[in-house]
Nanobody, 124 residues
């Protein structure tokens, strides 16, 4: 198991910004691709963004393109999600996930390592 700890969530007004962080501790040699997912109340967990180990490739769900940016710092074993122009529909619990595979994907079943989640609330 690879412990992942998210931080940076909170409450913000629509149009505001937040930066989420996810730090891995222990077993980091198993980590390659990393991703962010989110889950709104009463809804299924959905893919938000993912990034390869090198950081050279990032993919996003359409609803966050041009607003969110995923990045990582392998020297700190940390992945980030910069969220700008937030909307009320971005509200949910945001989860960090990691996998021991270099390529990235959108299916949560492909990620064996998960954090506990951090709440993001965007008010209108």
């Amino acid at each position: 198991q690879v412990p992942l700890v998210e931080s940076g969530g909170g409450m913000v007004q629509a149009g505001g910004s937040l930066r989420l962080s996810c730090a891995a501790s222990g077993g980091t040699s198993s980590i390659r691709g990393m991703a962010w997912f989110r889950q709104a109340l009463g809804k299924a967990r959905e893919f938000v963004a993912a990034i390869t180990y090198s950081g050279g490739t990032a993919i996003y769900t359409d609803s966050v393109k041009d607003r969110f940016t995923i990045s990582r710092d392998n020297t700190k074993n940390t992945v980030y999600l910069q969220m700008n122009t937030l909307k009320p529909e971005d509200t949910g619990v945001y989860y960090c996930a990691a996998r021991p595979v270099y390529i990235v994907g959108r299916d949560p079943r492909d990620y064996p390592y998960w954090g506990q989640g951090t709440q993001v609330t965007v008010s209108s």
